[in-house]
Nanobody
Framework: QVQLVESGGGLVQPGGSLRLSCAAS????????MAWHRQAPGKQRELVAG???????TYTDSVKGRFTISRDNAKSTVFLQMNSLKPEDTAVYYC?????????WGQGTPVTVSS
């Protein structure tokens, strides 16, 4: 079992930045593929970015060049640095830990981009 706790969401103006954090319980964090998803009102949850245990990253096209995912295996934490935020980035952001047989979700942290 893995428990995930996100933090760092909030209200930001267009063009601003936020850094989301996701702290994981357990001592096998390094084995999991970690990802950030988001769900905007009335829309399906979508994958934003992912990172393997070795540090290989992937991003959805709409955030490439603006968002950066990283992880600190020693601290069992994954981060999402979000720059040049746009109103369309407004959503609840969820952290996920993906193993070979299981997937765990955090409770989500809301991000609102508005002037």
């Amino acid at each position: 079992q893995v428990q995930l706790v996100e933090s760092g969401g909030g209200l930001v103006q267009p063009g601003g930045s936020l850094r989301l954090s996701c702290a994981a319980s357990g001592n096998i964090f390094s084995r999991y593929y970690m990802a950030w998803h988001r769900q905007a009102p009335g829309k399906q949850r979508e994958l934003v970015a992912g990172i393997t245990s070795g540090g290989t990253t992937t991003y959805t096209d709409s955030v490439k060049g603006r968002f950066t995912i990283s992880r600190d295996n020693a601290k069992s934490t994954v981060f999402l640095q979000m720059n040049s935020l746009k109103p369309e980035d407004t959503a609840v952001y969820y952290c996920a830990a993906v193993g070979s047989l299981s997937r765990f979700w955090g409770q989500g942290t809301p991000v609102t981009v508005s002037s």
